[in-house]
Each structure stands twice: as structure tokens, then as C-alpha cells.
């Protein structure tokens, strides 16, 4: 029983335009929640994360957005690069002790490919 | 370079026998973690060693046996290999912390025929 969802196992946009990933959750518990990248044969590389008490949480190019009522959140890349295209995963922890013992339950991951 | 390497990055072996994973990481980290990612893609959490004291165990079978010599390394021993241990194993490392991040290593990919 998966936990974390990405239900688009794939996602095509063109360069300069807005990506958006999306990522949905079942276990209310989850109070943090994180976005790797990962590149063929390379392993996930963490990219942002936010925590259950902001609903948005920005770093350059990429926005984190919350919806807790929802369950969901999404990732925006703006503008998209071809260096973007890779993997996207979400992940997620619950509570003080999954974050300490940095227990992470992972999606599936959503392919971003970024064409010119 | 500072990382987290593991080996080898191909392992091709037959049922039934015994191989092992090493993972090394130099970033100083305390926590170390093995991560499956099967056929269908998900990444699941199999192991957690802290300052070579087991954290987490998740629901593995017991032909897996994790070790850690010191808080650097964590290998990863099967016995009696499976078919359905084919897949691929991702080390991982962090500092103990809320909502420190994970550092991963670039996987071994095990194939068992």
C-alpha cells in the first residue's frame, strides 16, 4: 500500500515553459515532505523540501506547493531547462522521529523531459 | 570528492548464491541507510545503522544482513540469492537531525538469473 503517489509517470515540456510534478499523500501523519532528482545511473539528489506548517517554500527555479486539506502537493519548475529533464521524487516523513531517523517514504517518480 | 560510493555498481549473479554491497560514504555523516528500488520503481527503506547501531529494520527478509564496521561503511550481505532480489540497491547517508536530507550513492544494480 503505497503512501505517496505520483500518478503521471511521465510529464513532456518545452523549454522556457512551467513544469509542474505532483505528488499526492495518504497518511495524515506526514509533516514533511521532500522532492530528489535523479539523473540515469546516478542516485537521487535532494532538490527541496517543505514542512506541514508552510503550505510554499521557493529556491530559485523550483516552488514547493501544500495542500494539506488535499493531500498534495506539487513541484514548479520555472522556467523548465533541458538540464531539468531527470526523475522527480516525492518523499515524505511523519513526525519528529521519522524526520530524526530519516525514514522517507518515496513515490514512484514522474519523468521530466525538458525539450529545446 | 566528498560522496557516498558504493560497490560494484553491476552485480549479475545465479540463485542460491551469496554476494555483498559496500558502501562508503566520506561526508562525515552519522546515519547510514540501504534503499531497495524494485521493478516497479518505488524506493523503499530496508536498513538504518547509526554510529553502527541498527535503527531501522524494515520488513526484509533474514538472507539480508546488513553490517557496519564503523560509521562510514555499511555493507550489505545476501544469502541464498532470489530472483526477486533483482533490483536496485541505493546506499544512503546523513547527519541524525530533523529534516536532514538523504545523500545517496549511484545504486548497484543487481541481477539475479
Known amino acids: 500500500d503505497q503512501q505517496v503517489k505520483q500518478n503521471s509517470p511521465s510529464l513532456s515540456v518545452q523549454e522556457g515553459r512551467i513544469s509542474i510534478l505532483n505528488c499526492d499523500y495518504t497518511?495524515?501523519?506526514?509533516?514533511?515532505f521532500l522532492w530528489y532528482k535523479k539523473y540515469p545511473a546516478e542516485g537521487p539528489t535532494f532538490l527541496i523540501s517543505?514542512?506541514?506548517?508552510?503550505d510554499k517554500n521557493e529556491d530559485g527555479r523550483f516552488t514547493v506547493f501544500l495542500n494539506k486539506s488535499a493531500k498534495h502537493l506539487s513541484l514548479h519548475i520555472v522556467p523548465s531547462q533541458p538540464g531539468d529533464s531527470a526523475v522527480y521524487f516525492c518523499?515524505?516523513?511523519?513526525?519528529?522521529?521519522?524526520?530524526?531517523?530519516?525514514?522517507?517514504?518515496f513515490g514512484r517518480g514522474t519523468q521530466l523531459t525538458v525539450w529545446p | 570528492d566528498t560522496a557516498v560510493s558504493q560497490t560494484p555498481k553491476y552485480l549479475v549473479t545465479q540463485m542460491g548464491n551469496d554476494k555483498s554491497i559496500k558502501c562508503e560514504q566520506n561526508?562525515?555523516?552519522?546515519?547510514m541507510y540501504w534503499y531497495k528500488q524494485d521493478s516497479k520503481k518505488f524506493l523503499k527503506i530496508m536498513f538504518s545503522y547509526n554510529n553502527k547501531e541498527l535503527i531501522i529494520n524494515e520488513t526484509v527478509p533474514n538472507r539480508f544482513s546488513p553490517k557496519s564496521p564503523d560509521k562510514a561503511h555499511l555493507n550489505l550481505h545476501i544469502n541464498s540469492l532470489e530472483l526477486g532480489d533483482s533490483a536496485v540497491y541505493f546506499c544512503?547517508?546523513?547527519?541524525?537531525?530533523?529534516?536532514?536530507?538523504?545523500?545517496f550513492g549511484n545504486g548497484t544494480r543487481l541481477t539475479v538469473t
Open positions: 561526508l562525515g555523516h552519522d546515519t
Open positions: 517543505i514542512s506541514s506548517i508552510k
Open positions: 497518511n495524515s501523519m506526514f509533516d514533511y
Open positions: 544512503a547517508s546523513r547527519n541524525t537531525g530533523i529534516n536532514s536530507p538523504l545523500h
Open positions: 518523499a515524505a516523513s511523519a513526525g519528529d522521529r521519522g524526520s530524526t531517523l530519516g525514514r522517507l517514504y
